[in-house]
């Protein structure tokens, strides 16, 4: 409804060059979203029907991560927050895993904290990398922490169900699917990990997430 009703307010606004250029922009945003709904709508259909698979490759994690750092940058800018990755408890870099999914996975997270935190708060994401029995594989501890509006606990305890969003005022402003925990949630349990929560109203929310991963010796 937005894209429609904002492109024929600015086919009707042609010969003003300021107010065209306003539409185009939240003609765009409102794209950006459809975009991100269908995507997220696309992944649960695939989850339901069985062929939500994973893809590993070798990949960089600290390319991964710069990437990442790149995408929400102008949203962390915009609304002052400080913002810290801290990948100095890795050993090793190059991994095999479905790079597109780890990206997704911690997009999802990120972007999250990022909503949901206020003006000026704090986002931190700390990866360290512990060893296991397995001298091929190492066990990846991904941190994402805030100082946000924090959850409920009853809203914790439900949070990876479909289209779930918790009914709070603030957050019903929030633009969301309610699919982006449920996703992540499946690409952690299809890779073999974990993901634990803890949170509190008025004080932010801490996400640990494990992910066994086959080290590439460089």
Do not use: W
Not at 4 to 17: M, P, Q, R, V
Not at 61 to 80: A, D, W
Not at 146 to 169: A, L, Y
């Amino acid at each position: 409804n937005a894209i429609i009703g904002y492109t024929t307010i600015a086919s009707e606004s042609i010969d003003k060059k300021e107010k065209v250029s306003e539409y185009l922009s939240k003609i765009l945003s409102s794209g950006n979203l459809l975009l991100r709904l269908v995507n997220d709508i696309l992944d649960m259909s695939s989850i339901e029907s069985g062929k939500f698979s994973l893809n590993e490759s070798k990949v960089d994690l600290s390319e991964v991560l710069h990437g990442i750092k790149t995408i929400v940058y102008g949203e962390i800018e915009g609304k002052k927050l400080e913002f810290d990755i801290d990948i100095s408890g890795i050993k090793h870099e190059q991994v095999y895993c479905d790079r597109m999914r780890l990206e997704q996975l911690l997009l999802n997270l990120i972007t999250n904290s990022v909503k949901f935190t206020n003006e000026n708060g704090k986002i931190s994401v700390v990866i360290t990398e512990h060893e296991t029995e397995d001298k091929d594989i190492s066990d990846y501890e991904i941190i994402v922490r805030d100082n946000g509006i924090g959850m409920s606990q009853s809203f914790v305890n439900k949070m990876f169900e479909p289209f779930e969003r918790e009914r709070t005022s603030t957050v019903s402003r929030t633009e969301g699917t309610g699919l982006g925990l449920a996703i992540s949630k499946k690409i952690i349990d299809m890779a073999g990990g974990t993901i634990k929560v803890k949170s509190k109203q008025g004080e932010g929310s801490e996400f640990t997430v494990h992910l066994p991963f086959k080290i590439i010796e460089d």
